[in-house]
Every structure is written in structure tokens, then in C-alpha cells.
């Protein structure tokens, strides 16, 4: 399958600081990428959909101005958590859609763990 | 808004038990459903995944669901465990249609089996 990759895979910041998350495919391009946000034993919460060219749509609840996601070309799309807090320590996953493959079928990175201290 | 629960938060098995992990989702229209399994250490990837037709469809490595629309259900099922089936399960659901794309996900079930 398609592969998807994110950077780091393990972060730990001080509070106040911003942190950056890559996710980029590697061998297909998509015009869509979705970030999520696992707590532990929680479900993937999702957080936003990145669309190539245009701004990010933010599901209800998430700060736009506190998680800034870019998504400058086709095979990157980045999370930057600004002025990052200990509530932000979590689990971040990327995924990214293929094209070429059928509605909800989703090709995941590895995720971030951010720990902010 | 679409929502998918997952019954069992952990389950353990013996090598060689039949698995049955239970998915209901709540949605009154017409969905796509999905398996992904997450191993240690790696990714989500997908599992199996029904679109439509046969209700009862076949993943990799022996695992098969089957949706049955009359219970809101798409239990994952493999006949026999083995030790490399340790993983957290995911069962998610998106709407059908052009577009489509944003998954709803259960909270996961933690498949410990015992050699």
C-alpha cells in the first residue's frame, strides 16, 4: 500500500514554545491529508482536513490559531502547535488519502507522540 | 454526527481461540466500514473494509467481517489466533459518496493473544 510518513515520530518541548509536524507521502500525491489526535484509550479524535492550496477545515472544538496546519504542496502537509502547553501532550496521527483508492481508505503515518513539559 | 463503539477495550486470547471483536455504529444512512489494526511499534493500516455487496468480507492474514445493516454492527472475526494478532484494533466508519473521506473512529480494542 501507499506509504505515509511523519516527522518526528517523538517530540518534547517546554511550555510556550511551538512545535512543528510533518507529514509527507511518500510515493503518491494527495490532495487531502487528515490530523489526528489520540489520547490514551481514546478513539482518533480528528482534528482537521488539509486540502492542498486552500485552508484547513477545523472540526468544532479545535483552535485553528493554536494548531496551524499547512498543506503547501501535494505530498506535505504540516501541523505546527503554537505555544504548546502540558493539555497538548498527545498522540498525533496523520493520514492521507490516495487517489487512486476508494472513499475512506486512508493511509496513516506513524505519529508523533508531543510531550510538552 | 456518526458515531462507532467498540464493546471490548481488552481482550486476551489464547493461541489458537476464535476472536470476534464487536462494532456498532450509529449512522441512519448508507456508510462505507472499516478495520484498520495498529501492531506495536507501527502504524495503522488497513485490515479489510466493506463498500457494498457481499456482506461478509475477507482481510489480510484470515480476518473477515460481516456487516449486518439490520444491527448497526461489523464485528471482525478470525477462527484462530496467533501470537503475531497482538495489536489494537480499530473499527471506523465514513459516509458513503463521492467525497467522503473523514473517518469516524472507535475508541479500539487491545487484542493481547498468549502463546
Known amino acids: 500500500g501507499a506509504v505515509v510518513s511523519q516527522h518526528p515520530s517523538w517530540v518534547i518541548c517546554k511550555s510556550g514554545t511551538s512545535v512543528k509536524i510533518e507529514c509527507r507521502s511518500l510515493d503518491f500525491q494527495a490532495t487531502t491529508m487528515f490530523w489526528y489526535r489520540q489520547f490514551p484509550k481514546q478513539s482518533l479524535m480528528l482534528m482537521a482536513t488539509?486540502?492542498?492550496?486552500?485552508?484547513?477545515?477545523?472540526e468544532q472544538g479545535v483552535e485553528k490559531d493554536k494548531f496551524l496546519i499547512n498543506h503547501a504542496s501535494l505530498t506535505l502537509s504540516t501541523l505546527t502547535v503554537t505555544s504548546a502547553h502540558p493539555e497538548d501532550s498527545s498522540f498525533y496521527i496523520c493520514s492521507a488519502r490516495d487517489p487512486t483508492t476508494r472513499a475512506g481508505e486512508l493511509f496513516f503515518g506513524e505519529g508523533s507522540r508531543l510531550t510538552v513539559l | 454526527a456518526q458515531s462507532v463503539s467498540q464493546h471490548n477495550h481488552h481482550v486476551i486470547l489464547s493461541e489458537a481461540a476464535s476472536l470476534e471483536l464487536g462494532c456498532n455504529y450509529s449512522y441512519g444512512g448508507t456508510v462505507n466500514l472499516f478495520w484498520y489494526v495498529q501492531y506495536p511499534g507501527q502504524h495503522l493500516q488497513l485490515l479489510l473494509k466493506?463498500?457494498?455487496?457481499?456482506?461478509l468480507v475477507k482481510g489480510i492474514k484470515g480476518f473477515e467481517a460481516e456487516f449486518i445493516k439490520s444491527k448497526f454492527s461489523f464485528n471482525l472475526r478470525k477462527p484462530s489466533v496467533q501470537w503475531s494478532d497482538t495489536a489494537e484494533y480499530f473499527c471506523a466508519v465514513t459516509l458513503s459518496g463521492a467525497g467522503s473521506y473523514q473517518l469516524t473512529f472507535g475508541k479500539g480494542t487491545k487484542l493481547s493473544v498468549i502463546p
Open positions: 466493506y463498500f457494498s455487496g457481499d456482506p
Open positions: 488539509s486540502n492542498e492550496g486552500s485552508k484547513a477545515t477545523y
